[in-house]
Structures are given as structure tokens and as C-alpha cells.
């Protein structure tokens, strides 16, 4: 017997927290104006404690996603209902959840510090596969890409039973909680928001931190994080810090990077179906040239290390401050354009709707 969930591969794929949401809700049709109304804010890690992290602002995403039902539970109840994990997770499966929970990666084969070092992380179930003895699951493996692989019920039993205390609760808070995914259908569909499309370009312009404007219970407020084209200067000078020859390059953020221009040009042909954008051809354009642009960074990122030439570092950091001089001129226009378009009207609503 076999059962997967329904998953598609999402759009935005760096981290597994923002992935494994969108390959739940992406696959139906309703969901694509609210993709659109968000993911424009990006933001990192100033401390540079797990590499440079840049993200999506998308605060809590698997909790404040209206198209997701998420239920917490501990692994104490789990335990008191189910002789293993394994008939855990089936049952799950078989009622129609997914179930990400927190395992040790030292256990499950294609992650990253398989065999190597004991590491806490979750890890994404969406199906199940008798007959083999194993589970279908989704996360950014040893390659950095995110995949869907199986991993047997041997190996799930053991990465989750021998996950240690001390890791568990040291890890995002976790401390014995498992997440129970369920598509939600809502009783009324969810609207295009362009004025909450302006709300995060000028924020993601001016380098403001948008939680001050969170009015929801789930607002970030992290001093040690930047915002917006902000992100691109500390990149520079990150790519600058790499001792040549001896550091590889975190390739993350210049994916990011490419899939944040890669989502600006979809949106622009969005609203371009939903009103008359007086320059939204030569917008789209230009948002396609940053589009090539970032995917040729990324590209040189990926050589720098494997060949450790210097050089490729300088052109890394040439097209990083050419695009941010392009955004500087092009994004007030599309805030101009989206105003006049959609007639909004100024002090409308921003982060406070979802």
C-alpha cells in the first residue's frame, strides 16, 4: 500500500520552513493571489551565526498561513496514543496531514551531516510506501536543493528516538513539538492586496524593518536583523570578508536573491491581467534584466567555489551594486504604477491584513 499527500515544487525553495508551506497550498488556483500580495520583504541575520541567512520576510509562516489548519502537538501525547513514531506518522498520512517533526540529521541519509555530526532539524512527511518501509519526505538535503526523497521507517524510528534532549529543546524552541498540516478550505477566496504589494516595496526600498507595522500576535521584532536593499550592502561586504582561497561562499542568498526577481517579474505580469500598468512593459523588462543578472551571481557564487578565483568575486560584487542602483530607480516607479493603477488611496492598510 501507498499514500502521498498532494505536494508540488514551490516557488520559493532556499529554506525548508517557507517551501514546505508552499508545496502544500501552491497547487491550487485560488492560492495565487495571495502569493502574489506577499514574499517582496526580504531580511537577514546580522550575526552571521548560521551563515548569511537571507529569507522572505514571511513571519510564522506555517502558523499565520490562511490556507493551512496547523495543529502542535507534543510528543508526550503522541507517545500515550502510539506504540512509534512509524504508526504515528501513517495514521497522519492516512487522515489526510502532513506532519513536519524534529529529527537528528546524524541519522537520515542525503542530509547534510549524515554519518557526521549530531544535528537537530525538521523534516518534512507527506506519504508512505508499505511495502518498502518508508516515507516520503521534502527538505534541502546535502546538495543545498530542495528535493523529495524516502527515507525508510528504520531510519525515521531511529533519527527521531535518538534526538537528545538537550538538542531538541535547544532547537527554535521546539521541546517535543511536532507540526499537523492540513489544507484548509476557506469559505471566501482571498483577494489581490496591492496596497499591502506597496507596504512591503517601500519598506523593502527604505531597509524598514516591517514588523513595526505587524499588528498580529506573530510580528518579528529582531534587532539583530536587516531589511530590504540594506541586505545587499552587508552581502557586499560579506563577500568581501571570504578570504580568498580558503572560505567557501554561501550560496543561499544569491538564490534568494534570484528568486525574489524571479517573483517580482510574475507579479508585475499578475497585475498587468488585472489593470493597465501605463509602464509595465519596460517594468517587467527591467525586473527581467535583474532576474538574468541574479541568476548569473548565483552562477559565479557556485564557481567561485570550486575555483577559488578572486576575480569572479569582484564581478559578484560589481552586478550586486548594479542592482541595487537599478532597484533604486525602478521600484518607486512600480510603487507609482501600482497607485495609479489600482487607485489607492495614501495611509491604505498594509501588514495588518493578511
Known sequence: ????????????DAYNNTANVLSIIQGDDRVTEWLHSHFIQLYHDKSLKDGFTLSFYAPYLIKTCPWLDTQIIHKRIMEKGWSDITSFLIDCIDSGCYVILLVDQFYIPNSVYYQKSHRPHELFVYGYHLENKEFYISDNFASGKYKRLACSFEDMQTAYTNLSAELELNYNNYDGMMLVLSKKELAEPIPFHPQLVVSQLED????KDSSDADQTLYAHNKPDWNYGLQCYSNLIRYVGHVCDGQEYLDIRPFHVIYLHKKQMCSRI???QTKVDLLSGEDLKSRFSELERTSLINRNLAMKYNFSKNPDLKKGMVDQLEAMVSMEKLIIPQLIEQIKLGFKLKEGGEGYAVR
Open 1 to 12: 500500500m501507498e499514500k502521498a499527500l498532494p505536494v508540488t515544487y514551490p516557488l520559493i
Open 204 to 207: 523593502y526600498l527604505h531597509a
Open 269 to 271: 505580469q499578475f497585475m
